[in-house]
Structures are given as structure tokens and as C-alpha cells.
């Protein structure tokens, strides 16, 4: 049933794209032709231009899904559902005077901007979007060949150097104002960033010990064989998705533009485009860490088999779970509300650290034992073990912060107006 | 290319570590040395070590260095406060750390020299040499392990130092 849909429908597109890919390929000993270099030109622009298009669709999707949970319209008057809205903003950007305040350093105002898409925007090279399974003649095994702009063999080390480089923008950009407000955004950002890297970096480490690998390809090669990675480190998982908000200055840790403390923190002096770059960085940072968690923890452009339909399966897979998760980014900020920032750094320094730590030393521990038993028992345990510090953690805070109402000397609401009332 | 790359690159940590100590502002002096740890990595890049390379930008310019910027705007450091302080002695004392660094890594390079730890071309295909993960793993944790512990240890002092400097009382 799947194959026969899939020599209808992806087949028919498959062969003229495999005879593209044939083309764009290296030479049969690996040296670049021509077409490989233009190729990968191509692909370069092509995965440039999907970044940016869907960070702007991300401010039109932030903004209408916020207006759907608070019962409201959003921008529904620009192009159908207001879908051209992004072109709009973008001309109202455009147009905008461009204002330098006066106090500014500006070599490092002008280039702080900058600083915060480039990181961002570069991480996506490493990141395979689609792939293909192909049997070797001989012993009839499938392997897996992911397709990414550079198939680099320490990508997963890339990805991290490069994605803590984008804090310069905002530390620089606060700093450069020359305003107390955005010099306080500049700080929080630089140590937010600082304490929750490290829960990031430690998280993926579970990761690359079993896949034993820092290459991403092998990471989803693994995956295909032996399952999603959140299942195997669902610890590491979830402190990865976390990190991952912080990293990108996200609700429910948006300390450094926190609106109701720092008017809008780093960028409160920035107007017209350079302020919209600071946006386009948030989304395409937002972007680039959903597709690190697909990759990372969630079999990146595999699903059960059904990517073995060809590679437009695999790109439909991959944006399927990428956009899922940049839905994901919308609805936590309209649910959960920000963090104390001594509560953010406790979070990040006082439980994530020392959970990823203990689970890098589970799982080598029982990587070195080679035992199939215990790697699947291992979820279980560190689950249990959370769930149990979480109701122990529980139960002392029930006692420390007992509602106001039961604390002597306080009458409760309800119980005052009706004493007015009678009164 | 290789020759060429690696000139652009040298040049860019050389000029940039120039930079970092000339300039008056703490804040461009962190960014030029930013700079000088990509212009290293760039020519780890062309010695093709990947790993170090990374490792250098992740490490130093991603993590280190944000954290000197962090301290640099908390303290609100400017160039007129830093001037002031300058102490006397510190030229005399830079050149001597300069000439001690320079006469270590001398000797160092001398000795390796004579034990032929620069092979040619040829040599280095039948060595095998890479600058993967597992190859800079298995030399680090296994070969020089005691370096690398005594390492560790000279850092925990570090941060031992740092604890009671920060504490007010000892109790």
C-alpha cells in the first residue's frame, strides 16, 4: 500500500530530483565538480530564504495564535487570515527613521543586530532536512544518507560553539545603548545565556555517547534503527526543550526585555530595521532550536518508515515536527508566565545542572556496563527518580508557602466583604 | 589555498590580539579578543582540527568571554578608572612574563623539533594523524593523563581561590 503510493505520487517527482541530485553530486572520488558548487549555492539561498520567510510567518502566527487563546482577532485584515501582515510590518519597518540616539556607541549599536541573526541563520548548514535510504548491493543492509548544506563530522559541537555566539548581539546591544534599562537587559541576557548553555551542552552529551558519533547524520541513523532519542534520554530531552527557551530569551525566561521591569530591555533604544533584526534573530534562533530538538531527540526526518517514501517525505517529516514545535514556542508564552530571575538562575544552576550532570554519569555508567537491559531501564529510573524529587520539593514548599488565607492574622477575602456587608 | 587561509587567518588573530591590549575601552578590548579566538580557530580550521577549532570558539569566545563581558558591564569598568590604577610596574612585569612565555614555548618547539614531531606530508598519511574527537580523546585521556588531571586540579585551585576571596568571613 505505502509502496504502491509511493511509486504513484513521490515517485514520479523522485526521479527527475534524484537525476538534480546526480548532477549536484561530488565526482565519483569525492574531488567538487561544477554542478556540486552550484548546488550547493542553490541550497544555501533556498534554506536562507525558508529561514526568513518563516520567521516572518512567525511574528503573523505569534500574534494571531495569541489573539486565538485570548479570544480575540489578531491581524486578520492583510491578504487572506491576514497572511500578507508580514509584508506590511516589513514596509512599516522599512520606512521608519532610522534613529541613532545620540549616547550611543555606535560602531557596536549598528553591528549588535547583525550579531544576532548570523549565528543563528549559519547553525541551519549543519542540520539535515531530508535524507535517502539506499541498500548496498552486497549484503542487503540500508543506510541512511542525510542531506544538509555541510555534513560536518563534529556538527553537534558546531551547532553549540555557534548558537552561544548570538548573546554578543543582545550583551553588546544593551551596552551600546548607553541606557540603564538596556545595559540591564545586556547583563541578564549574557548571564542567562552562560548558565543555561552549560545545562544545553550537558544534555546533549548522553546523546553523543551512544550514538557515539558528533556527526548529526549518524545521530538520525541511529534513531531510525532504535528508536526516538526522547525515549532512551527522556531527561535529557526535556532539559534540552527548556534550555532551549532560555536560550532564545523566550516566555516564560524573557528576563532581557522583560516589558514590565526593563521598558523593553536590550533593544528599548532601537527603532526601524535594526529593531527588526533583533526580531528576525529571536524567530530564527526560535526555529533553529526546534529543529536541534527534531534532529537531537525526535528522529529528525524519519517517522516510523514512512520516510522511506523518498526525500520530499523527509522535508514534509522534518517541517511537520520543526512546526510543531515553533507552535509549541507560541503556546508556552501564552500560558506560563515569566520567571523571577532569582528563580531562572536557581532553576538553571541548582536543578538543571546537577540532574545533567547525574545523567551523563548514568548513562556512560551503564553504556560501559553493555547491557541491553539497563539502557531501557534507564528512562525509567531517571523519570521516577524526578518524579519523586519533584513531590518531595513539593511537599516542603506546601509548607514554606502556605496560602495567605491560612496564615494567622489574615482574614480572608471572601469573609471581610461579608462582614462589610453585614455591617 | 592552505598556505593562503592560514596567513589570512594568523594575521586576523594577530592583529585582533594587537588590538585588544591597545585599546583603551574594556568592552572593544573583549571584542577584539572575541575576534583573536576566531582568527585561532580559523587556522585549527585549515590544520584541519576540527575539533580544537570548535572547542575554541565554544569554550573561549561562547562561553569565557561572555562571561568577561558580563563582569566588564556589571562593574561598569571605564577607560578613565583604569588609568588611574595603573600600576607602575606593570610594564616590567609584562615584558618579563613575555620573555619567560617566549623562552618555554622556544624550548618546547626546539625539543619538538628534535624528536621529528613535524613529519612531512608523506609522513603524516602513514601516521595516521587526525584531528577527530576520538583521536584528541584517546591522546588526552590516555597518553598525557597526567597532565591533564594536574590541569584540572590547577583550575579546582582556581576556583577555590575565587570561593574564599568572595566570602566575607570564613566560619
Redesign the interface.
Known sequence: MIHALANLGLGMLHQPIAFLFGFFDRAGDGSATFGWVIGKILLVLLVTHVILILAALMVWAERRVSAWMQGRLGPNRVGPEGLLQPLADLGKFMFKEDVIPGHV?KV?YTIAPLITVIPAMITFAVIPFTGSFETSGATGDTFIQSWQIAD???GV??I???T??G??GL??G??ASNSKYS?LG??RA??Q??SY?LSL?LAVVPVVLIVSS?NLGDVIAWQADNGWMAFHQPLAAFIFMIAVYAETNRLPFDMPEAETELVAGYHTEYSSMKFALFFMGEYTAMTVGSALLVTLFLGGWTFFGLEQLGWAMGVLIFSAKVLFFLFAFIWVRWTIPRFRYDQLMWLGWGIFLPLTLVNVLLTAGALAMDQAWIMWILPLVLIASILIAAWIGWKRDEKKFQPLSDAPGVIPAGAATGEEASA | MTTALFVIFGATALASALLAVTRKNPVASAMWLVMMFFGLAGGYVVLEAYFVAAVQVLVYAGAIMVLFLFVIMLLDLRSEHLMEEEAPRMPILGVAAAVLFLAVSGIALLNAVDDGMFPDAAARATLELDGSARAIGESLFGTWLLAFEVTSVLLLGAIFGAVILTKRRLT
Do not use: Q
Open positions: 556607541h557596536m560536518l563530522n563534529i559541537l558546531y553549540l560553539s555557534v552561544g555566539l548573546v554578543y550583551t553588546l544593551g551596552w545595559l545586556g547583563v549574557s548571564a545565556m552562560i548553555e551542552g558528533l
